[in-house]
Nanobody, 126 residues
Framework: QVQLVESGGGSVQAGGSLRLSCAASGDSYKRNCMGWFRQAPGKEREAVAA????????YYTDSVKGRFTISQDNAKNTVYLQMNRLEPGHTAMYYCAAMSSRQCWGWLDVRSYIVWGQGTQVTVSS
């Protein structure tokens, strides 16, 4: 059984930064790839970034490249999402998710993930 617990969300002004954390526990083979998603009110959940825990390869959507950074601390079984230069358009619930696929095959698709955290709210004001 894999469990994911997000933290680090909050309210910031535009231009600010936040670092989200996702603490994982349970079967490691079920979380070879860890992803971050976000869902704004009235919109579909969308991928933001992913990391292959085996070699720390990272993947980003074009909208966050150069602004967001995904990383991991294997000793703590924790994945992070550093978000810089935040804008009001980044306001959403952010979710951490895990899947067993190596090299994060299918990381953009919500259906690829087998476990989800409860989410952490990020609100960016102008």
């Amino acid at each position: 059984q894999v469990q994911l617990v997000e933290s680090g969300g909050g309210s910031v002004q535009a231009g600010g930064s936040l670092r989200l954390s996702c603490a994982a526990s349970g079967d490691s083979y079920k979380r070879n790839c860890m992803g971050w998603f976000r869902q704004a009110p009235g919109k579909e959940r969308e991928a933001v970034a992913a990391i292959y825990t085996g070699d720390a390869s990272t993947y980003y959507t074009d909208s966050v490249k150069g602004r967001f950074t995904i990383s991991q601390d294997n000793a703590k079984n924790t994945v992070y999402l550093q978000m810089n230069r935040l804008e009001p358009g980044h306001t959403a619930m952010y979710y951490c998710a895990a899947m067993s696929s190596r090299q994060c095959w299918g990381w953009l698709d919500v259906r690829s993930y087998i476990v989800w955290g409860q989410g952490t709210q990020v609100t960016v004001s102008s």
